[in-house]
Nanobody, 114 residues
Framework: VQLQASGGGLVQAGGSLRLSCAAS????????IGWYRQAPGKQRELVAS???????NYADSVKDRFSISRNNAKNTADLQMNSLKPDDTAVYHC?????????WGRGTLVTVSS
């Protein structure tokens, strides 16, 4: 397993969750890691990404609510999700593109109840 996502669960609207993506080794440190989500009946979308240098990018729908960070010493990239809405309900995956290959972590389900 190259990337492993964890931290999903059930939360009420307005609540918070923190997702974590653990890389299997330090070779991911220089590469962008992204968090994607896919809701039932919808296309997968990029939620947030962080480059190896720490530059971040967010989807408009999550700006000011979600925050992505990485800890290169631990080979992890976390997604802090605040002020969650029912529309945030989805399976979340972490992703990286390294050595010409796509790496996807197993999805973690986030369910936000109204």
């Amino acid at each position: 397993v190259q990337l492993q996502a964890s931290g999903g669960g059930l939360v009420q609207a307005g609540g918070s969750l923190r997702l974590s993506c653990a890389a299997s080794d330090s070779t991911f440190r220089g590469y962008t890691i992204g968090w994607y989500r896919q809701a039932p009946g919808k296309q997968r979308e990029l939620v947030a990404s962080i480059t190896g240098a720490g530059r971040t990018n967010y989807a408009d729908s999550v700006k000011d609510r979600f925050s992505i960070s990485r800890n290169n010493a631990k080979n992890t990239a976390d997604l802090q999700m605040n002020s969650l809405k029912p529309d945030d309900t989805a399976v979340y995956h972490c992703h990286s593109f390294k050595y010409g290959r796509h790496f996807w972590g197993r999805g973690t389900l986030v369910t936000v109840s109204s």
